[in-house]
C-alpha cells in the first residue's frame, strides 16, 4: 500500500472563518481522517488487525472501532441528537476504563463488524453536519468544533496506528515517497531568541484544544536554541562515547530504566558487522546520520543535553521560538505565518514515513531562521504537562486536565506521522518521559 492519499489541503479553520467555510473545513478534515484509517487498516490482513503487536499499543481493529464510537458519541448522540447505534460497546471502547494491554481480551468488533459500523455511523454524521448550524448552537457546535475535535482524535489514533505498524513484525506494508533533501546553504548551529513577552496559547483559533488555551502573557529570557533537530549522527557521538553508561548525564530514574532495560541506543537501532542499523517499518537500513533521531524517550533527550553542555528548551521557549515574530511583537499560527501547513514547509501527514534531513524545509522556518518546528519529530521540553493560567476544561476533563502534573512531559511541533489538522504552533502533546515507541526527537537550548 501506499501513503499518497494523504495530503495537506487544509488545517484548522483561521479565526473568523464564514459558516460556509467551517462546514467545508470540517468535511475534508473528517474525509482526510477516514482516507487515513482505511488506509492503515487495509494495509494488512485480519490477522494483523486483531493481534497485538505490542502491549504497548491496542489492535488495530480496537482503534478502528474506538473511532466510529468516538464519533458517534459526540456527533451522532451530543450535537445530532440523534437515536444511539451501539450503546452496547460504549463500554468497550472506553479508551480510560481498558488499558492497552487488555484490549484483545474485550469483546471486539470483528474487523469486518468493526469497518461496517465505522462506515454507518460516518455516513450519519455527514448529514448532522449539513443539518447543524455552525453560529449560535451551543459550544460544541459553534464554528465546528465538535467536528474538529473528532477529526483531530481520528487522526491521533491514525498516528498511534501507525506506531503500531513499526512495532509489527513481518515484511512493510506501507510504503512512501522519501521526503525532500536540504537545501545545499550552511546553517548555524543555533540562533539567540530574544528575552521578553510574548503570546503563549490561543484564545481565537476555533479548533484549539483546551489544553492550548487561554491565550496569555510570558515572559521568556533570552536563550539560545538549536536550528535544527539533534540528528542521529550528533546522537551516534553520545552513543560510542559511552553515554548510556555513564551515570553523570542521567536523571536517577532515568538511568535506572535504561539500566533494568539493558538499552544502550534508541528504540529500533542496533549494531551488526560495525555498522548501526535501525528498522523502520519492516525495512533494515542504516543509520541516516543526517535525520533527525527518533524513538528517544525524554531520559535520553535529557541525558544528551547534558552531555553536549547544553539542555531541552522549556515549553514557553519553544512556543516563543515557533510563534513569536520580533519585528512585529505578535505571535503566529506557525513558525512561518498564518498560512495553513504546506508540503514545501513541513512534514506532516505521513507523506512521508521518515524525518526528512535535517535543515529541511526552508520555507517553513521561523522569522529566525529556525527550521523544522513544526513536522519531523515531536520535539521533547524540559516542562511538566500543566495547566495554561485560566484554563477550563472542555468538553470532558479526561482529554487534558486529568493528565495534568510532573508525571508527563510536553512535546511540541508534530512529526511526519501527524495530520496538520492535529498540529499548530499552539498545539500541546505530552507522554511519559519514559516513551520510546511515539515518533520523538528534540532539539537543545542553552542560556544566553
Not at 523502520?280 to 535520553?300: I, K, N
Not at 522556518?365 to 511538566?384: C, K, Y
Request: proline share 10%; aromatic share 10%.
Amino acid at each position: 500500500m501506499t501513503t499518497d492519499r494523504t495530503t495537506h489541503r487544509s488545517a484548522d479553520p483561521a479565526p473568523g472563518a464564514e459558516p460556509d467555510e467551517l462546514r467545508r473545513r470540517a468535511l475534508d478534515a473528517l474525509v482526510r481522517a477516514r482516507s487515513r484509517t482505511a488506509l492503515l487498516t487495509d494495509a494488512v490482513d485480519d490477522d494483523d488487525l486483531v493481534a497485538q503487536h505490542s502491549p504497548l499499543m491496542s489492535p488495530l481493529v480496537w482503534d478502528l472501532a474506538h473511532i466510529g464510537n468516538q464519533e458517534e458519541q459526540w456527533l451522532l448522540r451530543t450535537v445530532g441528537k440523534r437515536e444511539a447505534l451501539r450503546p452496547d460497546i460504549d463500554s468497550v471502547y472506553d479508551a480510560f476504563e481498558h488499558p492497552r494491554a487488555a484490549r484483545p481480551s474485550l469483546p471486539l468488533l470483528p474487523p469486518a463488524e468493526a469497518r461496517g459500523y465505522a462506515a454507518d455511523v460516518r455516513d450519519r454524521v455527514l448529514d448532522v453536519l449539513a443539518a447543524t448550524p455552525l453560529e449560535g448552537a451551543g459550544r460544541l457546535a459553534e464554528a465546528s468544533f465538535a467536528f474538529g475535535m473528532i477529526a483531530q482524535h481520528e487522526q491521533q489514533h491514525d498516528e498511534t496506528m501507525l506506531i503500531t505498524h513499526q512495532l509489527r513484525t513481518g515484511p512493510a506494508a506501507l510504503t512512501a515517497p522519501a521526503p525532500p533533501a536540504r537545501d545545499a546553504d550552511a546553517l548555524p548551529s543555533q540562533v539567540l531568541v530574544p528575552g521578553g513577552p510574548f503570546t503563549m496559547g490561543t484564545s481565537t483559533e476555533p479548533w484549539a484544544l483546551d489544553n492550548e488555551r487561554p491565550a496569555h502573557q510570558r515572559v521568556v529570557a533570552p536563550f539560545h536554541l538549536d536550528v535544527t533537530p539533534v540528528t542521529c549522527g550528533a546522537y551516534l557521538a553520545f552513543v560510542e562515547d559511552g553515554g548510556y553508561r555513564s551515570p553523570r548525564w542521567w536523571a536517577p530514574e532515568g538511568y535506572e530504566q535504561i539500566q533494568r532495560h539493558h538499552i544502550a541506543a534508541p528504540l529500533f537501532w542496533r549494531r551488526e558487522g560495525g555498522q548501526w542499523l535501525r528498522r523502520r517499518f519492516g525495512v533494515l537500513e542504516p543509520v541516516p546520520l543526517d535525520e533527525p533521531v527518533l524513538h528517544v524517550s525524554w531520559y535520553e533527550a535529557d541525558a544528551y543535553a547534558r552531555w553536549a553542555g547544553r539542555r531541552l528548551p522549556t515549553e514557553a521557549e519553544w512556543e516563543k521560538a515557533a510563534r513569536h515574530d520580533p519585528a512585529t511583537g505578535r505571535s503566529r499560527r506557525f513558525p512561518w505565518g498564518d498560512a495553513d501547513p504546506t508540503p514545501d514547509r513541513a512534514n506532516l501527514g505521513q507523506r512521508h514515513l521518515r524525518p526528512a534531513p535535517a535543515g529541511a524545509y526552508p520555507a517553513g522556518a521561523s522569522p529566525l531562521g529556525v527550521r523544522q518546528l513544526v513536522g519531523d519529530v515531536w520535539e521533547w521540553t524540559a516542562s511538566d504537562f500543566l495547566p495554561h493560567p485560566g484554563f477550563a476544561a472542555f468538553p470532558y476533563r479526561e482529554y487534558s486536565e486529568v493528565f495534568f502534573g510532573p508525571a508527563h512531559k510536553v512535546l511540541r511541533g508534530g512529526s511526519f506521522a501527524v495530520d496538520a489538522v492535529a498540529c499548530r504552533g499552539t498545539f500541546r502533546n505530552w507522554d511519559l518521559p519514559v516513551r520510546r515507541q511515539i515518533f520523538a526527537g528534540f532539539r537543545t537550548a542553552r542560556d544566553a
